[in-house]
């Protein structure tokens, strides 16, 4: 990913739109059986590469005028603890980066996957 990014910013003009919707398939199973390895995998997809494209991506779109960031919302009827630990921290990242942005026209927001086609 970091060499992508590096590519993107050394060769390409500020992306107008991020649609940030990765994830591992979710393992329903109870707390007692919480897999730490497995949840580091999931931050990591989640989560991790979601802080470095922002990191990367939002200060060029800032730059640049504006642009869309969009995470994925909270599935209904997801509720073992990785995924609700996970959404949660990317709602926060969500909302954090909308108040920080806002003022440069970046509009940074949860959406589900279904309302991306309303949005373009």
């Known amino acids: 990913?970091?060499?992508f990014l590096s590519d993107l910013t050394d060769s390409?003009?500020?992306p107008t739109c991020l649609v940030h919707l990765a994830a591992l398939p979710p393992i329903e199973a109870p707390f007692a059986a919480f897999?730490?390895?497995?949840?580091?995998?999931?931050?990591a997809v989640a989560l991790d590469s979601a802080l470095v494209l922002c990191k990367?991506?939002?200060?060029?779109?800032?730059?640049?005028g504006g642009g869309r960031v969009y995470f994925p919302a909270g599935q209904p009827g997801s509720r073992d603890a990785a995924?609700?630990?996970?959404q949660g921290a990317v709602e926060g990242l969500a909302?954090?980066?909308?108040?920080e942005y806002a003022g440069a026209g970046v509009d940074v927001r949860?959406?589900?996957?279904?309302?991306?086609?309303?949005?373009f």
């Not at 990367?56 to 640049?64: D, E, H, V």
């Not at 995924?83 to 996970?86: D, F, K, N, T, V």
């Open 95 to 99: 909302h954090a980066l909308a108040a």
């Open 56 to 64: 990367a991506i939002l200060p060029r779109m800032a730059a640049a």
């Open 12 to 14: 390409h003009p500020a």
């Open 1 to 3: 990913m970091r060499a």
């Open 35 to 43: 897999d730490e390895e497995r949840f580091v995998q999931q931050r």
């Open 83 to 86: 995924s609700c630990i996970l």
């Open 110 to 119: 949860c959406v589900s996957p279904a309302q991306l086609p309303g949005l």
